[in-house]
């Protein structure tokens, strides 16, 4: 029983996330909505968590919460890895070599 519980968790949280995926991919038009903030028109290939998980569980948000669609949107693979490393630069405070004209720390706001 207890097996049966777990793996119905599990698979259930996979199905749960394929179907949402599903839903924000359709919601946005398979496009990368921090690109089309920025007036670019690009194709996503994943859906990105606005919250990011590690913060989620800071703020004590339940795993609903964190994979509502609300807190999901599509997002390309450059957006993807810039936000990552923002996350995990700010986590880390990784200090990265100041250029002599002071880049902005936030390659988003190029
Ligand atoms: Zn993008």
Known sequence: ????KKSRHERGYDYAWVKVRE?????DYGLCQT???AGRTT?????DHIVSKAKATV????RAKMDHPSNL???CKPCHEV???GEQ????????VPGPDGWPSCPQAL
């Open 35 to 37: 690109c089309k903030r």
């Open 43 to 47: 194709l996503a290939y994943a859906v």
């Open 1 to 4: 029983m207890a097996w049966g």
């Open 23 to 27: 839903q924000v991919m359709e919601r």
């Open 73 to 75: 949107e599509a997002i």
């Open 59 to 62: 703020l004590r948000w339940t």
């Open 89 to 96: 630069g700010k986590k880390k405070r990784v200090r990265k």
């Open 83 to 85: 936000k990552t490393e």
